[in-house]
């Protein structure tokens, strides 16, 4: 089993052309009811298009996003909205479901527009697929295809431990490692209950997932990662407090550290006995090209976010990290490509300030490690018309972008999207490298 088939849901969906558009506020569309923010994010883009520097072009592009996104709003409840209010504790699993772990970029099935209408975390029975062989992510609703009829401890031993209980027999069996609870098993106590919590306030929808092709199958859980490999911050570093609530959130609740760390080749004889290249935490290099290898013509590899100068973050500060999380824009003005899911539409782009600024300490102060990743990813893909609309758009808010030379370029491709009609735009809105 090997990393290529992780992240098929991008596959599909970049088939469209939309790579990981609409992510989030899709997803909330779902769970309001009654809420009028929905369309905030969405419609964010689309004024960002219009203030933007990048020309109408530009503002064409995001538009399409907006119109998208507004439709989505009618019904939504974005970030705190929403009827039937939540608890302190469900609000918090909510937050690490939909934002820290995006649990929903593997669980909710997509379709042309992103995240299906209705199948919030419902599951996604193609989510891998290998031949005649599938490994399907699960459906995690409140209903008895989904978890219904789990108890919380059988739901915490699922994703903290990877065990699914065997309803036949009583026993158990090991999820496989593409889902990866290996890195929420260091979750807290109280931050697993939270998410149990929060997902049993998500409507039920019924949707069998068939069970897994047997080539997906594992004999026993991948081992957790062991808290003494995840790197810690220098004790003499500034802002010691906030990388270590970063550590936290990059390698524990969430997800960073699984995507940006090579995955061992689990066919290698002998078996690699880690999932992650645990010797490299952090330093890239994992590639998911062949996600989108029929589809978009990118081939995004995970960066190095280690402080190496030349190979990592060591030039970028907290405030550029920052606003690649939030905004989805590198620190050279360009966008970022899928499945990292950045910007106001994806899943990141919904970190609260204080948590984006802990995560991007952490980094910061993650020591060097020398590993250089060929960047063969340009985002949103010169063929994409609609996307290289909207990303002429988020040029617009940024502001700055809009200033530098190379950005002028990217504007003009922001006049492409108009073009497309904004179609795809979507998500790309957020891609901003801008055009002056
Ligand atoms: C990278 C993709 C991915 C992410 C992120 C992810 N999952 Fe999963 N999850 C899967 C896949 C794939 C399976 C099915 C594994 C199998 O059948 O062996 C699964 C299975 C599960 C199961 C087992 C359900 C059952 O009935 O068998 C639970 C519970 C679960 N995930 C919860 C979560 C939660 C909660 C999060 C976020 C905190 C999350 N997942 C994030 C891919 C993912
Ligand atoms: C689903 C996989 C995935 C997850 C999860 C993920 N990333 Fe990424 N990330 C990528 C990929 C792939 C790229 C390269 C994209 C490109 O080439 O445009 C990237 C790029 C980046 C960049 C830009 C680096 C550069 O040199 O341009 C930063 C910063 C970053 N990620 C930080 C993070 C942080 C922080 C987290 C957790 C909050 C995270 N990533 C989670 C896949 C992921």
Known sequence: MTKNFLYKMFTVTAATGLAVAAGCDSTKILKGAGGSAGGGHAGSTATAGTNGTAGAGAGGGAGGSGDTGGAGGAGGAGGAGGAPALTAVQARGQYIVDVVAACGDCHTPRGANGPIPGMYLAGNANFVVAGDQTLGSRNLTNDPTGLKNRTDAEIKNMFLNGMRPVAATGASEA???????????????????????????????SNTIPRRGMMFDVSAPAPAISDSVIPSPSPTYPQLANATRGRYLATKAGVCMECHTKHLDSMAVPAPTTVLDETKLFAGGEDFSALFATSLMIHPVSKNLTSDATTGLGNWTVADIVKALKM????????????????????????????ATDIAHYLKSLPAVSNMVVDMCQFPPASGAGGAGGQGGAGGKSGTAGNSGTAGSTGSAGSAGTAGAGGAGGRSGVGGAGGA
């Open 175 to 205: 999820l496989n490692p593409i889902m990866p609870y290996y890195i929420f098993h260091n979750m807290t106590d109280a931050d697993a209950d939270a998410v149990v919590a929060y997902l049993r306030t998500v409507p039920g929808v």
């Open 328 to 355: 989805g824009v590198a620190k050279d003005g360009t966008g970022i490509c899928p499945p990292m899911p950045v910007g106001p539409m994806g899943a990141f782009g919904h970190l609260t300030d204080e948590d």
